[in-house]
């Protein structure tokens, strides 16, 4: 009741009833921002008693399903849920004693995907972003996860978090590297975002969700050094007019150093851990000498494949007395050069894991690559 004149002689009276079947003629059809991401919005407008609202109502928490009437909107199976709650003022003074009334917004949270071309996979990589609702329990096998968001988020040591691989179905199949980021964008909602990082070929069997990857794989030319390799030594007397000898040292390098270009290969994997078993195999090579009256002998650092060489003064020699000298020819690491060595291994912390390059040199050939 409400004073209608000055004199108080006339008094407005309101009969107000709380409506009923709302949801047949409330809502709103809009797109809203979420984290900057726009989705399908539906916005109810509801007229309730004043004394029946509850902040914290929990048939109206953040993630609960939107009611599908009037059947002519086709809300059926599109999956809205309640995203947020704003309560306004009706705006009379006497109905806003009795009435509130309530807007819920409710979004589709369609996951939002990006693809971009990455040159070292040579493949497009997708970067996937999600939103979920305080209480909504996260279940994902390959990272034996079953708890609730606001829990993950919580704990960023979750194996949820962490890097983990895929193997496509495609044919070659491809094994792609993926890890997760997560924060919060408002007091019930949580954004996640997926990223790939990586993808090439399955490098041996996955275990627990990861495996390693062969990124790419191709051929090049590197500049590269070769130590020579010794084959021969051959020791040359020449008989004086008195009977006595003078000897002369000849030794063969086969083949001889070489510095230039040579084929190489060049291999780029991925771990989710540090690779262990680097491998770079040095050549050593070493120098050799032979001293005696009779001959001398000096080798420059090469690469030798062992033996033996022995000299004698004999039991006739004028000036020494009978002496037997034997000395051993070193085997280097490696004796001699292989078709193809390892030059060089690294990896380094790359993609939620870590990048390894291995270089594979061909030895030196007059036939190219």
Known sequence: MKQADQNGQLYFYFYVNARESQDEYNFEFSQANLGQTKFDTVVRTYVDLRSSFTEDAAVHAAGTAMPVAPTSAN???KGYVLMARDQKRIGDKELDGIF???QRTYIDPTPIKTIAWDDLSQYNLTQTVSYHYRGETITEANTSTNQSIESLVSDGGARYWKSQTRD???SPSRRIASYREGRQVSTDWFE?????????APDGVASNGVGNILVQAYSTAMDHSFPPVL???????WEKHDGQNTTFVEYNMNPESFRGSCQTDVTVSWSAAPFTGLQVQNFEPQSFTFGT????????PCLM?????SCTSGTVDPVYKYTAYTKTVPTTSPSSIPET???KDTQEPARGGYLRTKWTVHKPSSNGM
Not at 305 to 309: D, Y
């Open 305 to 309: 494949n062992g033996g033996e060489l």
């Open 231 to 237: 084959e021969s030594i051959q020791i040359i007397p």
């Open 293 to 300: 009256p009779y001959v001398q002998i000096n080798i420059p």
């Open 168 to 170: 496509t179905s495609s």
């Open 341 to 343: 060595h390892v030059a």
């Open 75 to 77: 809300f059926t199976g």
């Open 100 to 102: 509130v009334v309530e």
């Open 192 to 200: 996640v975002v997926k990223k790939e990082t990586v993808a090439g």
